[in-house]
């Protein structure tokens, strides 16, 4: 079977371009292992405007909101944001 990809919205894919090379590093290891597993639940869920569940997971500094799209197997990044102090 094929493995997921990764589609990003634009707002998530310029916020990953804007990130310092080793925030993209750790963005991209929290990437692989949602594409490992990308029917996990995440911290917590919100519903978006289509009424579709999105997957709000919190890993070390970034919240990536995302949602798998089984029907053509990839993970919708939704949004990304580093948390701040």
Do not use: H
């Not at 990536?64 to 990839?74: G, H, I, K, N």
């Amino acid at each position: 079977m094929e493995p997921f990809g990764l589609v990003f919205s634009e707002a998530a894919a310029a916020r990953l371009v804007a990130a310092s090379r080793a925030e993209q590093r750790k963005v991209a290891a929290i990437l692989d292992g949602i594409k490992a597993a990308p029917g996990r639940p995440g911290d917590l869920q919100e519903w978006d405007a289509q009424g579709r569940k999105n997957e709000v997971l919190v890993v070390d500094d970034w919240i990536v909101t995302f949602w798998p799209d089984d029907a053509v197997r990839e993970v919708r990044i939704v949004r990304l944001e580093r948390v701040e102090d």
